[in-house]
């Protein structure tokens, strides 16, 4: 939900999530809460700022590989015998080997191999300087000797080989500058941009050439980090009044690739107006002080939605301190800032959310503490007697719907019920109250134990919101030592009997508010002296990480081992069963039959 509100990435979200959290000072599952209680805030959500789809880079190879396998196969058939010989056998040539010298780049010596009608066939390499290296990084050691074709076959791919026999023949020299040159050896296919020249010299011709991959590379690294970053850089010439900005400096404005950027005195015409004396106090500083300054303003697109720079500029100085141009870099922040805004507006709202969950915790509480009656004030059972804890949850936020009620009823029967109302807070708190006082009421009438849960399920059913829960309600006969009780959905009592102890069969009905007009079934047991029955709600038994059943046969067996009396079977059974208070509430019933 946050990551859709940002318009971030989910992994960017969950990072802003934990410093909000951190912020406000609460526990990460709590401020997560908050974000999806708070759904629909955050209306003013992020910006994103458009970044342009990355370049396609090289080209279709296959057709070049094809073609050049087909040259290398025609050119393997040739007779190369004689190269060996040529080379051995040619005179001192001075001005090869002064250009060979003299170079800084690549270079090489060719004499031309001519076939039986006197024509150029090929090129030998004679000669290569230190510094020669062709695509494949090969230098004088692997190429001198070998043909040209054979070699680089790319040459008569490109042209470039006629370009050379045409220099040897008829003498004009040869420079092209920044071609785009692609050559196969092996099947590989390698492609630079590259820059040539070609003389002609007494026993054939001269080359030099240098490859442009890393001036290239260095190029699409910077154009690749303008396009991620949202960077643009640009200079100013105030001599010439020239401006020479790249693709994204005018991106960043809102400047096509063909239009004329903006002089320095004119760069507040493009910003918002709200943000003009800043950019004017700026351009004014730079120009007076002459001083780098940075600053961020919005310029407003041609979709009429701004967009927000980070502006640095510097101007360059000559020796006498004028500037005679200013260096410019700009970045596009507009989506952090929408990001900014987004989590503003739901930090404000958190704290709203928070504001109120307090009020609602301070409610719940109150209200609980007012419904309940201290465990000390219960009043004395006909037959039985009764021990309880009932344990609100250390956290606030945990504080649910756990109830319990006692009540001697004027035929001589003992009534008791314990229950939980689903959910936390001051929903639970206030289906706690409801349930609980309801039930109170209903057992006035003297109707069996599955009557009154019957009843209290319509009102459960009814109440608005809809609340659903747990119950167990029974009934005690004295004179007979029968318990009548019914289960809606709560976990199984617990009976221990001369040194035993099992959770009691249960039929158990529906949860409370789940179903309406359920007839609920009453169930009889029989008692006998020093019985000790053991009601519970879920606070004590649920784990997320232990399985309900053991944690059950874990209570099962702490009782089967604990004293007669109720208090102190109580008291064990929290020191035993590692009791978590900030988990949930939790209430324990303990009848003893006396």
Not at 279 to 294: G, I, L
Not at 338 to 364: D, I, Y
Not at 378 to 394: D, M, S, T, Y
Not at 548 to 560: A, F, H, W, Y
């Amino acid at each position: 939900m946050l990551a859709r509100r940002l318009k971030v990435p989910p992994g960017e979200a969950l990072q802003h999530l934990i410093w909000l959290a951190r912020d406000l000072e609460m526990e990460l599952p709590e401020a997560a809460a908050m974000v999806v209680q708070g759904g629909g805030v955050g209306a003013e959500g992020a910006v994103v700022a458009g970044r342009r789809p990355p370049r396609a880079e090289g080209t279709d190879r296959r057709g070049v590989v094809s073609e050049a396998e087909d040259l290398l196969h025609r050119l393997a058939a040739e007779d190369t015998g004689g190269d060996a010989a040529l080379v051995e056998g040619l005179p001192a040539d001075p001005v090869a080997r002064g250009l060979l010298d003299g170079a800084l780049d690549s270079a090489a010596h060719l004499v031309p191999v001519r076939g039986p009608d006197g024509e150029v066939q090929d090129f030998l390499y004679a000669e290569l300087n230190e510094g020669a290296r062709d695509l494949f990084g090969r230098g004088a050691e692997e190429l001198t000797g070998q043909r040209l074709l054979r070699t680089d076959p790319g040459a008569a791919l490109s042209g470039l080989f006629e370009d050379y026999v045409a220099v040897l023949e008829g003498g004009t020299a040869l420079d092209r500058d920044s071609i785009m040159y692609s050559t196969v050896q092996g099947g590989l296919s390698r492609s630079s941009r590259m820059s040539v020249r070609c003389v002609q010299v007494p026993t054939g011709v001269c080359l030099t050439w240098r490859y442009h991959s890393g001036e290239d590379r260095t190029v699409r690294r910077l154009e690749r980090v303008e396009r991620l970053a949202l960077i643009g850089f640009g200079e100013w010439d105030l001599v010439t009044g020239q401006a020479d900005w790249t693709p994204q400096m005018l991106a960043n404005y809102g400047l096509g690739p063909d239009e004329v950027p903006p002089a320095p005195h004119d760069l507040p015409k493009v910003v918002a107006d709200d943000d003009l004396p800043l950019v004017e106090e700026a351009v004014q500083t730079m120009f007076s002080r002459r001083e780098p300054v940075e600053a961020e303003h919005r310029v407003i697109g041609k979709d009429g939605a701004p967009r927000h720079l980070w502006v640095f500029a510097e101007p360059v100085l000559d020796d006498s301190g004028l500037p005679v141009s200013i260096n410019i870099v700009s970045q596009d922040i507009t989506r952090r800032r929408g990001v900014e805004r987004a989590l503003a507006e739901t930090r404000r709202q958190m704290l709203k959310q928070q504001a109120r969950t307090a009020q609602e915790r301070k409610v719940a509480v109150t209200l609980r503490r007012a419904i309940l009656p201290d465990e000390e004030e219960e009043g004395e059972l006909p037959g039985l007697r009764v021990a309880i804890r009932a344990l609100a949850a250390e956290s606030t936020a945990r504080i649910g719907g756990d109830w319990f009620a006692t009540r001697a009823m004027p035929d001589g029967r003992a009534l008791f019920a314990i229950g939980d109302a689903a959910g936390h807070g001051l929903p639970a708190a206030a289906s706690m109250a409801r349930s609980r006082n309801g039930l109170l009421g209903l057992s006035c009438t003297g109707e069996s134990a599955g009557q009154l849960v019957g009843w209290l399920n319509e009102l459960v059913g009814s109440m608005d919101p809809p609340a659903t829960g747990t119950a167990i309600v029974g009934h005690y006969r004295p004179d007979r030592r029968v318990m009548e009780w019914t289960c809606a959905g709560h976990l199984p009592p617990i009976l221990v009997r001369d040194g035993h102890a099992e959770p009691l069969e249960v039929y158990r009905d529906p949860l409370l508010g789940a179903l309406p007009d359920w007839e609920y079934t009453t169930i009889s047991t029989e008692l006998h002296p020093g019985d000790l029955l053991f009601l519970y709600t879920d606070g004590l038994v649920e784990r997320r990480d232990t399985d309900l059943d053991e944690r059950i046969e874990r209570l099962t067996g702490i009782l089967r081992e604990s004293s007669a009396g109720p208090e102190l079977a109580l008291d064990e059974v929290l020191a035993r069963m590692e009791h978590d208070r900030a988990a949930d509430d939790t209430t324990m019933f303990a009848l003893h039959v006396e």
